[in-house]
């Protein structure tokens, strides 16, 4: 079984006539549009621009962390510079981004559909997330949260001053923003599978995104419930979280992480599936052990409900719950071995090629092992005493977060671009920005392992001056990342007129998306496709080619 | 070639401060960096395996040397052994983090007693024989030492990263965390949860000192009274005494040698008196009534600081036998104290 | 789509449902193939939602379990004084509003405009009776003082009013009745907010009903939405004992 996959001419490629973007013009077919293509790019715009509004305070909580005196702004300050930088980037980038942009784009495409199950509570998941964002950004106008991205009771709901509220808020909303997202995925793959496209024919992205959806479906409401104690606790004064009443403030922890863990899940679990796709499409062969790795996600999500109070180790949640915990945390760091395993063994006796969206899955492969077994850590109840709450933490947050998922969706976007625009984005810069991204990733998180396990806390606006050198280096990481996220904004945009016209199908991948036009039709399939092969099978993408050569001839 | 000096600077500093881990200056220390560098080399030989794995092939089967890719399905054997081994690992990593955790955790039974109370943004350690210190703690070495913790308002964590020792300090509960400092130095106390503004200003330093330097520091630092002295004083003013006075016909137990024996409940459930247990039944009596009792001790909550609760909570702890009591006892009648609780009712006649 | 005229519908050919062998419905959207389809999808994400919501207030069910657990007495004065007969007068009201909500959805199904409108318009009513009476109830319960918050004071249950035969509270636990306080406002509130929620829907549904848009085979939104009455109907048969009837006399 061997397949010979060349990519095509694509001098030849003109752009279709007719397509989702210029089916209809003027702001209010955009803004009023039931579209999933046309909706995923609202959100591929709202959620950039969020990741720059928290890409700026990441860039103030290093400048300060230049030096070990608190210098350049006060301590309230820089707290509420990290308090910015995770809340937006958890709830309005992290959360949305490869589903309500990728996902939402490509997950009724590649099933065969026409569009999501409910258009227009999609249109309204768009809506809800921007007002949150409206939220987030009063808050910020109105002088900004401290609380920290976690909320901790009752710091936020008695001991500081600033927007708790409208802060949390926002999250509620978008918190519904994700909940209709993930039940609207949920649906589409139960109840708009095209002909012939049996659960074992998924792409694995749509197997992703499914477990995602789930998370995020029995997830977000306990944390919406939660915030709306904590928004009462400070408004009217109820006690639930209170010491002083008599409440319990573990309460809160509980009811935070239950969502919270599962969250940082949801964040990866979508990441995961593009790198199947990227993989097999540029290795010219099927992922390595298909049921595995969708078995894998459906494992995550699933045991992913039952690790939450691992958050909790040095609490004083009892003894045997830690055991219990630390266990479960154990297990759940397996399927995510076996996904790096399968992505590794299915460029065995490919047909390897490097492009662009390829840097990336190497960046991310090489990054989420690391960012994965330093989970390990955290998740060993003696190792989790001494780096809990210290930057060996933060460092491992953002090698899953940063490293994993924002390589996985920068790949994406590289991958899709042509199918999303019609054209490609320049190759050649674009690899130059994938190394940058991830030079800049190791030199600014790597040192935070070494800081934290000397002991260096997060959330320090000072610290002592022996753990300078370090921070200096992060932050001179972070400065080569800052370049590293700018890139390819300037060269995406370029692209949009000057990139070279894509063609159906760039990459020779066998996904339905690429079957059809770039950019696709609003309709997506001129005639309801009727699938007859599995996911990633070269051998029917060749005999298809051939048969249009013959065709054409 | 010219160095500029502030890059010089920089790299004298990197190679004289590229610590890879702080002081080992505890009894767990030792153990816990054992762990640490065992996760540090499954990490390691992770990733070079993985990247091995994806390196050979990238090179081998590129599209320019290997142009016709080969369809695998999959294989069930080497997926079994890529979940069988990580687990395996994991699993072994599982065990050895508890058993470090429990050592952690679970102190000597002959560790000494210090009290810290957290708030915004102090630590404040209090030593049974009556010394205070506020964001500094002086321990001798070679002794196990036991932290009993309680905020006053917001969660904090009490962090002593050359013990490799943390531990949340939560309102309204008791925490615990026990070490047993090996070298004599002064470490950094951190508090790692954050707690508001100030939260990195909420640091101090840990002194180890030698036993014999620790017993001078002692004498010299001490306020006078004892915690124990201090609890007394307030177990007399606050009327505790009219209940608990020992004698046959009070209508509250006899507190003397209650610290750390099982309690039988009116609901019928056993409870020890544990430091926690003590000091949850001055602030919520109704909800630990002892078998036998009137539910009728008033709570104290809002009348105590969390200082005088320690204070009244090692009183109790020292109570071997009732002469104290009832020496007080004499005292305090002597001086007309009025009783505080109602006398109505009487213990109940078992 | 009623059962007889699924019935009528031979099984669609597991190939490709063809556009051309049947007349789309006119409620059909454009991007399912089939009517059933749409239907199967619509009720799905209902369920679903009605998943969502489920965690939603099981945190709440959580918390409040996890006190009534440690602060039994002061649960059990504390819910004596609601009052009793307005919460089963108001779960009365409930599920008739669950039951001429049912009549609706059948008179959708039978296709008939005229009780699909007067059921609707009961549903409608049916609410407001239950959320007057729960005004009436927070009324008293602000009189009381048992709010919580600044004004909250613990005087009744420490000194219970005269005839009343719950003992009384000592201070300490007095206090954890404002505990239950919270959860009880917190419950009840969020769950009146559904039903506020519910009644503006349903007065979406009769002005769009006003044409006989559900009266001719498009059952569908006014099945979820019966789907979603029901469900917070059902939370409140959790609540009424849970909250009213802890340990009555």
């Keep these: 079984m061997s397949t010979i996959i060349s990519l095509p001419d694509q001098s030849t490629a003109t752009l279709p006539k007719k397509n989702y973007i210029n089916a209809e013009h003027g702001l209010l077919s955009w803004l009023l ?144 923003s994700s909940i209709f997202t993930g039940l609207n995925f949920i649906v589409t793959v139960h109840r708009m599978r095209a002909p012939g496209m049996t659960w074992f024919r998924l792409p694995l992205f749509v197997w992703s995104n499914y477990a995602a959806s789930v998370l995020m479906v029995l997830g977000t409401p306990v944390l919406a419930i939660a915030i709306v104690l904590v928004a009462l606790e400070r408004t009217i004064g109820i006690g639930v979280f209170d010491p002083t009443k008599g409440g319990d403030p573990l309460l809160f922890q509980h009811l935070f992480w239950f969502y919270s863990h599962p969250a940082v899940y949801i964040m990866i679990l979508p990441g995961f599936g593009v790198i199947s796709e990227v993989v097999s499409t540029f290795t010219r062969k099927r992922v390595f052990g298909y049921t595995a790795v969708a078995f894998s996600s459906v494992a995550i999500a699933v045991f992913g409900f039952f690790v939450w109070a691992h958050h909790m180790f040095i609490m004083g949640v009892s003894n045997y719950s830690a055991l219990v915990f630390s266990l479960l945390t154990m297990l759940v760091a397996v399927p995510s071995a076996i996904k790096i395993f399968n992505w590794a063994f299915t460029m065995q006796k490919g047909s390897i090629t490097f492009e662009t969206p390829m840097l990336y899955v190497f960046g991310f492969i090489g990054l989420f092992t690391i960012g994965g077994l330093t989970g390990v850590f955290l998740g060993s109840l003696g190792m989790d005493v001494m780096l809990t709450e210290t930057y060996f933490v933060v460092a491992h947050f953002h090698f899953v977060m940063v490293g994993g998922m924002l390589m996985a969706f920068l790949a994406g976007i590289h991958f899709w671009w042509p199918k999303m625009t019609g054209r490609m984005y320049p190759e050649g810069v674009s690899k130059f920005a994938a190394v940058v991204t991830f030079i800049g990733f190791i030199l600014t998180f790597f040192p935070q392992f070494v800081v934290g396990y000397l002991g260096m806390p997060r959330r320090y606006a000072a610290y002592p001056p022996e753990y300078q050198v370090l921070n200096v280096l992060s932050t001179a990481g972070a400065t080569v990342l800052g370049v590293g996220y700018m890139l390819p904004l300037f060269y995406l945009a370029w692209s949009l007129k000057y990139g070279a016209i894509a063609g159906s199908n760039p990459w020779q991948a066998t996904g339905l998306e690429w079957q059809i036009q770039s950019p696709p039709l609003t309709e997506n399939f001129t005639e309801t496709p009727i699938v007859t092969q599995e996911a990633y099978d070269y051998e029917w993408l060749a005999k298809k080619q051939e048969r249009e050569l013959q065709h054409v001839g | 070639m010219q160095i500029s000096p502030v890059l010089w600077q920089f790299l004298t500093k990197w190679l004289t401060s590229s610590a890879l881990w702080p002081d080992q200056a505890s009894t767990i220390a030792p153990w816990a960096d054992a762990l640490y560098i065992f996760l540090w080399l499954m990490t390691v030989v992770g990733v070079i395996l993985v990247g091995a794995l994806v390196l050979t092939f990238a090179i081998r089967y590129r599209k320019e040397r290997h142009p016709e890719a080969v369809q695998i399905e999959g294989s069930t054997l080497l997926e079994a052994t890529w979940t069988i081994i990580p687990l395996g690992i994991f699993l072994f990593v599982f065990v050895w983090g508890a058993w470090l955790y429990f050592r952690i955790y679970n102190p000597p039974a002959d560790a000494m007693q210090v009290y810290v109370v957290g708030k915004q943004w102090m630590w404040k350690a209090e030593h049974p024989g009556g010394q205070h210190e506020i964001n500094a703690l002086h321990v001798p070495s070679g002794r196990p030492v036991q932290l009993t913790m309680i905020s006053q308002d917001v969660f904090h964590s009490y962090s002593i990263p050359a013990f490799r020792v943390k531990r949340e300090v939560i309102p309204g509960r008791y925490t615990t965390v026990w070490f047993n400092a090996t070298k004599p130095g002064t470490y950094h106390l951190f508090c790692t949860q954050y707690c508001g503004t100030l ?91 002892p078998y036998g009792y009137k539910p009728i001790m008033p709570t104290y909550q809002g009348q105590i600081s969390e200082e005088g609760l320690i204070d009244l909570v090692e009183y109790i702890k020292g109570l071997k036998t009732n002469y104290r009591v009832q020496q007080t006892l004499d005292t305090s009648k002597s001086d007309d104290a009025a009783p505080i609780t109602p006398v109505a009712s009487q213990k109940v006649t078992q | 789509m009623s059962i007889a005229s699924t019935i009528t519908h031979p099984p669609e050919p597991e190939i490709h449902p063809s556009h051309d062998v049947h007349e ?39 918390a409040y379990l996890l006190y009534r657990n440690w602060y039994y007495e002061a649960f059990v004065s504390a819910s004596n004084s609601l009052n009793m007969p307005l919460g089963l007068l108001n779960t009365i009201v409930l599920i008739s509003s669950s039951f001429t909500m049912a009549m609706a959805v059948h008179s959708s199904e039978i296709r008939d405009l005229k009780k699909l409108k ?132």
């Excluded at chain 1, 308090?83 to 942009?101: C, E, K, N, R």
């Excluded at chain 3, 003082?145 to 249950?157: L, N, Q």
């Design chain 2, 199 to 289: 939260h990195s200003g909420m640091i101090g330093e840990i002194t180890v000192m030698d036993p014999a330097d620790y017993q001078k520091w002692t004498e010299e630092s001490t306020s006078g009274m004892s915690l124990a002295q201090n609890g007394e004083r307030l177990f007399a003013s606050l009327g505790c005494i009219s209940c608990h006075s020992g004698n046959a016909t009070a209508s509250g137990p006899n507190l003397a040698g209650v610290y750390g024996s099982k309690i039988k409940m009116d609901d019928g459930t056993e409870q020890v008196a544990t430091d926690g247990f003590l000091r949850d039944v001055i602030l919520n009596p109704s909800q630990h009534v």
């Design chain 3, 24 to 62: 789309h419905p006119f409620y059909q959207k454009h991007h399912f193939e089939t009517a059933e389809q749409q239907r199967e999808a619509a009720s799905f994400g209902m369920w679903l939602f009605l998943l969502t919501e489920i965690m939603f207030f099981g945190g709440l069910f959580f």
């Design chain 1, 33 to 176: 549009t039931a579209d999933h293509k046309r909706i995923a790019l609202l959100y591929l715009f709202s959620i950039t621009f969020f990741f720059f509004i928290g890409g700026f305070f990441a860039g103030m909580v290093r400048l300060e962390l230049l030096t070990p005196a608190g210098d350049l702004m006060a301590a309230d300050t820089y707290n509420k510079m990290f308090t910015m930088h995770g809340i937006v980037m958890i709830f309005l980038f992290l959360v949305p981004s490869v589903p309500a942009t990728l996902g939402n784009f490509f997950l009724p495409i590649m099933i065969g559909a026409k569009d999501l199950a409910f258009p227009k509570i999609n249109l309204l998941s768009w809506y809800l997330y921007m007002v949150a964002g409206v939220f987030v950004i009063t808050t910020l106008v109105l002088g900004g949260v401290d609380t920290g991205w976690t909320f901790t009771t009752p710091l936020s709901t008695h001991y500081l001053n600033t927007h708790v509220a409208t802060t949390a808020t926002g999250i509620f909303i978008a918190g519904f």
């Design chain 3, 118 to 249: 007067l059921f609707l318009w009961l549903t409608i009513l049916l609410g407001f009776v239950f959320l007057g009476i729960k005004t009436v109830e927070y009324h008293d319960k602000f009189v009381e003082h048992h709010v919580p918050g600044a004004s909250f004071d613990i005087k009744d249950f420490v000194n219970p009013p005269k005839g009343s035969l719950d003992k009384p509270l000592t201070v300490d636990m007095a206090n954890k009745t404002q505990i239950y306080f919270s959860l009880y406002f917190a419950m009840t509130g969020v769950h009146a907010l559904h039903m506020i929620i519910g009644i503006a829907i349903l007065f979406v549904l009769v002005w769009k009903a006003r044409t006989g848009l559900y009266t001719s085979g498009y059952v569908q939104p006014i099945e979820n939405f019966g789907l979603y009455w029901h469900f917070v109907d059902i939370v409140w048969i959790f609540l009424f004992p849970f909250l009213y009837l802890i340990n009555r006399h």
